[in-house]
């Protein structure tokens, strides 16, 4: 016989006053009582949508390993439907029983998912805090993308996927079908498509920069039979979850092309690549073409009940249009005055067809280049602008700037990591985003629908490590999209922590545990550089081992402590080797600090980086610490100017030697390193002498080394950059990114 226990809790503390729900309820009201729940669980299903119903007796017993009757006198766990209330809206009261009540089915899942998290497993049932909770999202549109074209992933892969971000909330799964690397949807009409655009012959391995490159030529490939997607799409609708395709146009084309290449502007057979990038062949503008991407989108709209479809639009270089002579008749024919608004042509002859067909077209940022469409959606990748401008034109929005959204990013300065694109995007760094821009005015903030995180394939072969770069990451941005009450991020680590992750340990969830791992900061001293040691958790405990030189160092640390490190005396390197590890994360961390002369030297800048990149400032140039390949955002400084002046100050006059400069050759991300150096010196910053002009024709791009041999105090170096990225390559018309980091001047007093 099913029974309940009540007992009261005498150490009131131990309740959180805040919710251990993730993403975090509007209201939540806990009190300091607790009910044990046995063997089984009575419900009232007389208001519980039979989807709903199936969820939560899939939860109770294969999750709470506990049996649940339902009948309409059920009366442990009720629900109720309530109207006048905003969407998805949901309340949870736990008294004497458990009273849900919802507006919509969804709400009512939502609701579902948020008592589960509420419950604690006992050895026979579960006990819960009584409390009572409030809540409703924030956004409409609460995303997550997959990238399945660079690499491809199962039915059921993609499933287990649905089902993580369904149970925090997200309502939108954004499914990237097609690439140059592959075409993964079958089209009946098109049946090479999948046959030929779903397999490459080779796949790169390693980094897109990294050279020579290396290819693995085993074939690869895989797609999706138009069961298959009934079947997800069917699967996600059970759990609240809307598919938004994305079928690319008119870049990023070579997939289909290879299948179908009277599609391209020369006709030229290519196959499908096995590396990454952007690729000059595109879909030609003409008639034709544009009447077979209806085709295949006909067979798309009858598969996705999904109000948006998706058309990409982006990084599409307009080479070949500038030469076609069928692209030059429709600019002619058309009016348009060049290839701008020839691609805003191919984009609004799409949108005419899926409005007339009952559908949105949304599509990413570079559509609003030669005049957005008029029913068109954005999607903002480049960061926060073009999703004000295209709101400020009373558009659409879901904001996925990179430096928050992309998850394909590193999430550690770990040398561990794995292999990632570039970028750092932490988890805090993720938690602080905020999609409504501060720029934008109040009266066109309702344009902006939400956010979502995406997840680029290029580096992420497989499901397990597809798992570690979403999560935890995702579940912070599900705060950010849902919550209307969010806590402070010390407070979402700590629920985190002690609630969820458990959960995903209990799911075999390959989560990146990278915010356990010890930390060290570094700060400018008057000797060099402060490193300073703060354990963040309770009982937490680091192991630090310095080696410098001969000298070996071991320290152990259980609050905070500093250490120095003084500036090479001589003038050459000493590197410092510092291994940092803690019982929370013994796998540790390794740091290499390059202990030169000019360690946290003097540096004037006579721009300031962008605020995106901005690291510690000057401090970043001189901290000893070198910027990885691939690079993350914290240890180089981003200005996104051509022409930059750096004025080093040695502090008197001395004998100069030489100096160093780092900088970063990045295209696909924009950044670029300089085309040339000027350098020069003075004695008192009043009288400059050039010594020497050198361009990237004669000095490698990353690296600049230049022998000085003068005496002086100042040395000044000129920095030119393109100021335009060239036709063809990613951002072509754009200004180019300049990175850099460590600034090394050798001299002897």
């Known amino acids: 016989m099913f029974f309940r226990c009540f007992f009261l809790l005498f150490i009131v503390c131990s309740v959180s006053a805040q919710s251990p729900i993730l993403p975090t309820p509007a209201v939540y009201k806990p009190l300091s009582e607790s009910i044990w729940f046995g063997n089984q669980l009575s ?7 039979d989807n709903c119903k199936t969820y939560l007796a899939g939860l109770l017993t294969n999750q709470m390993k506990m049996r649940a009757v339902f009948s309409s006198s059920g009366h442990d766990l009720n629900f109720k439907k309530i109207t006048n209330v905003p969407q998805d809206y949901y309340t949870i009261n736990i008294d004497e029983k458990i009273t849900i009540t919802y507006s ?60 993580l971000i369904a149970f925090y909330k997200f309502n939108t799964f954004h499914w990237h079908l097609t690439d140059d690397q592959g075409w993964r949807i079958e089209i009946k009409k098109y049946p090479l498509l999948t046959e030929i655009g779903g397999w490459r012959d080779s796949t790169m391995i390693g980094h897109y920069k990294t050279e020579p490159r290396q290819y ?54 290519l196959g499908v690549p096995g590396e990454w990038g952007v690729f000059e062949e595109i879909f030609c503008a003409k008639e034709g073409t544009i009447d077979f991407l209806k085709d295949v989108l006909s067979e798309v709209i009858e598969l996705f009940p999904s109000e948006y479809i998706h058309i ?58 030669g005049g957005l469409s008029p029913n068109a959606a954005v999607m903002s990748w480049r960061g926060m602008k073009g999703g004000i401008e295209a709101a400020r034109q009373e558009h659409y929005v879901v904001m996925t700037p990179t430096e928050y959204c992309y998850f394909d990013h590193y999430q550690s300065l770990n040398a561990n990591e794995p292999l990632a694109i570039g970028g750092l995007t932490t988890l805090e760094k993720v938690y602080a985003f905020n999609p ?46 849902w919550s209307v009450n969010k806590p402070e991020y010390l407070e979402f680590q700590r629920i985190l922590i002690e609630k969820h992750f458990d959960l995903l340990d209990h799911w075999h ?10 930390k060290m900061n570094m700060f400018p001293s008057d000797n060099g550089v402060l490193i300073r040691f703060e354990p963040q958790f309770k009982d937490e405990e680091y192991a630090v081992k310095i080696q410098d030189g001969d000298e070996l160092q071991n320290l152990k640390i259980k609050s905070a402590q500093s250490i120095e490190i003084h500036r090479s005396s001589n003038d050459l390197i000493d590197t ?15 740091y290499l600090i390059l202990n030169h002369p000019f360690l946290n030297g003097k540096v004037e800048l006579s721009a300031l980086p962008n605020e995106r990149f901005v690291g510690q400032g000057t401090f970043t140039l001189v901290d000893g610490i070198k910027g990885k390949r691939p690079w993350n955002g914290a240890e180089w400084l981003g200005f996104d100017t051509s022409k930059l002046e750096i004025i080093l100050d040695a502090g008197k006059k001395v004998n100069l030697n030489a100096v160093e400069l780092s900088f970063l050759e990045d295209p696909t991300s924009w950044i670029y390193a300089p085309t040339e150096l000027n350098f020069y010196v003075a004695k008192n910053k009043k009288k400059w002498k050039q010594i020497a002009t050198v361009s990237s024709m004669d000095k490698a791009k990353e690296i600049w080394n230049q022998p000085i041999r003068r005496k002086a105090r100042f040395v000044k170096i000129v920095v030119n950059s393109p100021d335009k990225i060239s036709e063809g390559k990613p951002g072509s018309g754009h200004k180019p990114w300049l990175f850099m980091d460590e600034i090394m001047l050798f001299f002897k007093e």
């Not at 798992?467 to 999209?481: D, Q, W």
């Open 104 to 163: 919509t089915e969804a709400g009512c899942f939502y609701a579902i998912n948020s008592l589960y998290q509420l419950m604690n497993k006992e050895d026979v049932g579960f006990t819960v805090f009584k409390c009572f909770l409030q809540d409703y999202p924030k956004f409409s549109w609460r995303g997550m993308h997959l990238d399945v074209a660079r690499h491809f992933f199962t039915v059921d892969e993609v499933k287990r996927f649905i089902d």
């Open 216 to 269: 693995d030529t085993t074939r690869y490939g895989g797609f999706y039979t138009q069961e298959d997607i009934k079947e997800v799409v069917a699967y996600a609708a059970s759990k609240y979850v809307n598919i938004v395709p994305e079928i690319e146009m008119p870049g990023h084309a070579r997939a289909a092309l290879a299948a179908y290449p009277n599609h391209s502007c020369t006709g030229k057979k």
């Open 43 to 49: 419900i009232n299903d007389e208001y519980l949508p």
């Open 576 to 590: 410092v080797r510092l291994a940092l590890m803690s019982n929370l994360y013994p796998q540790g961390q390794t």
């Open 509 to 518: 969830v390959n989560y990146s545990k990278a915010i356990l791992e010890p």
């Open 436 to 481: 409504i821009p501060k720029h934008l005015e109040a009266n066109k903030q309702a344009y902006i629908l939400g956010a979502q995180g995406n997840l680029w394939t290029e580096y992420i072969d497989n499901f397990k490590k597809l798992e570690y770069m979403a999560f935890p990451r995702a579940i912070a941005l599900a705060n950010v999209v």
């Open 312 to 369: 990409g639009g982006d990084e599409a270089p307009k080479i070949r249009w500038k030469t076609c002579p069928k692209c030059q008749k429709v600019i002619r024919e058309n009016g348009l005055k060049n290839e701008d608004e020839l691609q805003s042509f191919f984009i609004r002859e799409i949108d005419k067809y899926l409005t007339a067909n009952n559908r949105k077209l949304i599509g990413w940022d570079e559509i609003l280049e």
